[in-house]
């Protein structure tokens, strides 16, 4: 049985899952753009910020660090997103 009354959950619930909806898709068109902003330029980050004698080692290193921020994202919002 559902603890929320029929009047608060047809209108107010519709109107609140549509904004999760849009601010979701949002969120992951924003992520889906960093990606490839970052794989477009990845071969100039690494020349620039990760310069070696061997191209590969560079691009290597600016992937790895991608992933690392990538893998650091949900730490960050376990404990940004604890309130």
């Given at each position: 049985?559902?603890?929320?009354?029929?009047?608060?959950?047809?209108?107010?619930?519709?109107?609140?899952?549509?904004?999760?909806?849009?601010?979701?898709?949002?969120?992951?068109?924003?992520?889906?753009?960093?990606?490839?902003?970052?794989?477009?330029?990845?071969?100039?980050?690494?020349?620039?910020?990760?310069?070696?004698?061997?191209?590969?080692?560079?691009?290597?290193?600016?992937?790895?660090?991608?992933?690392?921020?990538?893998?650091a994202?949900?730490?960050?919002a376990?404990?940004?997103?604890?309130?």
């Amino acid at each position: 049985m559902s603890a929320i009354a029929p009047a608060q959950s047809e209108g107010h619930g519709a109107r609140e899952a549509t904004r999760l909806i849009i601010a979701a898709s949002l969120g992951n068109a924003l992520e889906f753009y960093e990606i490839l902003v970052y794989g477009y330029f990845a071969v100039i980050i690494a020349k620039v910020f990760f310069p070696a004698a061997d191209e590969a080692v560079s691009l290597l290193v600016t992937f790895g660090t991608f992933g690392a921020s990538f893998l650091a994202r949900p730490v960050g919002a376990i404990f940004l997103g604890a309130t």
